[in-house]
């Protein structure tokens, strides 16, 4: 019988390109996210008894894959707290939510499993007028080093990935609002972001997602609690 995955932002590019990766290689897929679409179910990570009860629903599951996450920006000297407990909910006590209802069923279930958390380059290294979103992506290691601790013994995995730039709608809004906040045209922003680290380029979302789905296969079963970089060098610069 074909393996099971629960990708979580299905919606999204980087979600997208994971149904697309593990839908690829075979596994059945289960969709979800804030945007429901073809195929995707209605979630808002947010919500801990929405993702309880979508865990529950959902079955036997061999991987789960957290790609939801928002971003902004603003200096730290004018935090808003509203706007920064946003991005907190949704990118770290979202993945918290996930964490537990599926390290539930996979307990329940007693037949070990993997989860992946799209955590950030930012998360590995501070952006300037990014506080939140760095400090939530940060969390996230913290997140998946304890849930990997725990977890060894009921077989269970799990790991995050730090991306670079990687071109999706959150990239392009990115760049939007840099243009806008500048007044230089969108297509110069792209390009500096291309620009950025050693990276020399934007990386595809299906670069990511064939690493997520890479991590969710026996080739990795000695890996657990790493926050991998997935950025053509980003951090290197
Ligand atoms: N694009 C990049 O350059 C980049 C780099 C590093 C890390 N990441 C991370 O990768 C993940 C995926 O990002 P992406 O670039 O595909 O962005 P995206 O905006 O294309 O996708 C994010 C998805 O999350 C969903 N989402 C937002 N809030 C939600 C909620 N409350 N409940 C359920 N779903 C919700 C959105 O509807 C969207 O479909 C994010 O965590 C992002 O921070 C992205």
Redesign the pocket.
């Known amino acids: 019988m074909a393996q099971r995955a629960v990708i979580?932002?299905a919606?999204?590019?980087?979600?997208g390109a994971c149904v697309a990766a593990f839908a690829g290689a075979g596994w059945a897929v289960l969709g979800?996210?804030?945007?429901p679409g073809a195929g995707v179910s209605a979630?808002?990570?947010?919500d801990a008894d929405a993702v309880a009860a979508f865990a529950e629903g959902a079955g036997g599951v061999d991987a789960v894959v957290y790609?939801?996450?928002?971003?902004d920006t603003m200096p730290i000297a004018e935090t808003d707290f509203a706007r920064w407990r946003r991005v907190m909910a949704?990118?770290l006590d979202?993945a918290a939510h996930v964490a537990a209802a599926f390290a539930r069923s996979m307990i329940a279930r007693g037949a070990g499993g993997a989860m992946v958390f799209?955590?950030?380059?930012?998360g590995l290294r501070g952006e300037a007028n990014a506080s939140a979103?760095c400090a939530s992506?940060a969390g996230l290691r913290g997140l998946v080093e304890a849930a990997a601790a725990e977890l060894v013994p009921h077989h269970i995995r799990v790991n995050a990935l730090?991306?670079?730039?990687?071109d999706?709608?959150?990239?392009r809004?990115v760049a939007a609002g840099i243009a806008r906040a500048t007044g230089r045209d969108v297509a110069a922003v792209w390009d500096d972001l291309a620009r950025t680290g050693a990276a020399r380029r934007i990386i595809g979302?299906d670069e990511v997602a064939r690493v997520a789905l890479s991590l969710c296969t026996p080739g990795f079963s000695a890996v657990t609690g790493a926050t991998l970089p997935v950025d053509a060098g980003y951090l290197l610069a």
């Open positions: 979580i932002g919606g999204g590019g980087i979600g979800a996210d804030r945007a979630l808002d990570v947010t790609a939801a996450g928002v971003v949704v990118n979202g799209l955590s950030s380059a930012a979103y992506k730090a991306p670079g730039n990687v999706t709608p959150m990239l809004e979302p």
